[in-house]
């Protein structure tokens, strides 16, 4: 089950860059972006951009990092309630480690695949009795909402008129920036190192500590082949993904911490009644082979008495 949640944690993060750039079309003889993600987002945008640029004479990389501000602050909200899901699943297993902690520890252990499977299986029906996710509570359709807002102003950051011809404090926004790339994967690094924050159990901590590398190591490789002004607007999001973290550790896990305690105070957490076991069933080669044996002599002593 571990692989399996690592092999879906890297799978999510490889398709969620697949779709932030395949979210907004580009025409192949103009190669500029174009469909209903790039009208309804992506343009206005773009035009944001501008104006804070040339309008206000603060220059494209403000521009991008003002536009950028504005539209997490925007989906803020729901990037919070999938950090509180993720959190409340996260307390919930703290809480039932004494449950838990004994099944994994099986499983950690087990000399036959048998043996792992029957803990694994376990493991899932102590967690289902108690109201825990096998995910962690990860929904999909907040991120799938962000996503398009995302998609756009990865599209607004790389197209917009004057933003490759332009620089930020001497960093060339249309060329790659190896500076701004050790930058963001530095952040998203501590981002993720912060995520861990909280987690008491070892195999979760650990698995989760595996699955975070993913997102420095794929975010510095597409910086290093986009554009500055792309890898700008993935710093300032990777510095209010740190910020958001920080709520999370400090604010809200401590508030969820008391909760889970209140809920299993009124319904104590149990462990699972259904345990998987063994076929123990006696078969038909087992019960001949420990059918009583009939004293063949027993008669003749009768006899003989």
């Given at each position: ?85 993720a ?25 036959t ?21 096998m995910?962690?509570?990860v ?17 607004a ?20 920036s190896l ?33 975070s ?37 400090y ?25 998987v ?22 008669g ?6």
């Open positions: 089950m571990k692989k399996n949640k690592l092999a879906l944690l890297a799978s999510m993060g490889l398709a969620s860059l697949v779709f932030l750039s395949g979210c907004v079309s580009v025409d192949r003889k103009t190669g500029n972006p174009t469909g209903l993600i790039w009208n309804l987002l992506g343009r206005p945008m773009g035009e944001a951009i501008k104006f804070f640029a040339n309008n206000l004479g603060l220059g494209f990389g403000i521009g991008i990092i003002i536009v950028t501000l504005i539209v997490r602050l925007i989906i803020l909200p729901l990037g919070l309630y999938q950090s509180w899901k959190t409340y699943q996260s307390e919930k297993m703290n809480y039932l480690k004494p449950i838990l902690g004994p099944i994994q520890e099986r499983m950690k252990n087990a000399s695949q048998e043996e792992k499977l029957l803990a694994q299986q376990e493991l899932m029906a102590a967690q289902r009795e108690n109201g825990v996710s995910f962690g509570g929904g999909c359709l907040p991120l799938l909402i962000q996503m398009p807002f995302f998609s756009a102003l990865f599209f950051a790389q197209h917009t008129k004057g933003v490759a011809e332009s620089s930020f404090l001497g960093i060339a926004l249309g060329k790659p500076l701004l790339t050790a930058i963001v994967a530095v952040l998203y690094y501590i981002q993720s190192m912060l995520s861990l924050h909280g987690i008491e159990d070892e195999t979760q901590k650990e698995s989760m500590r595996k699955a590398l993913m997102s420095p190591i794929m975010i510095g490789v597409f910086s290093l082949i986009s554009s500055a002004g792309v890898t700008l607007y993935w710093v300032v999001g990777g510095v209010i993904q740190i910020i958001q973290q920080f709520v999370i550790n604010l809200i896990r401590p508030n969820l911490r008391k909760r889970v305690a209140e809920e299993y105070k009124n319904n104590p957490p149990k462990a699972t009644s259904h345990r076991k063994k076929d123990v069933t006696p078969t038909a080669t087992t019960q001949i082979q420990h059918k009583p044996k009939n004293n063949r002599n027993a003749k002593q009768r006899n003989r008495k």
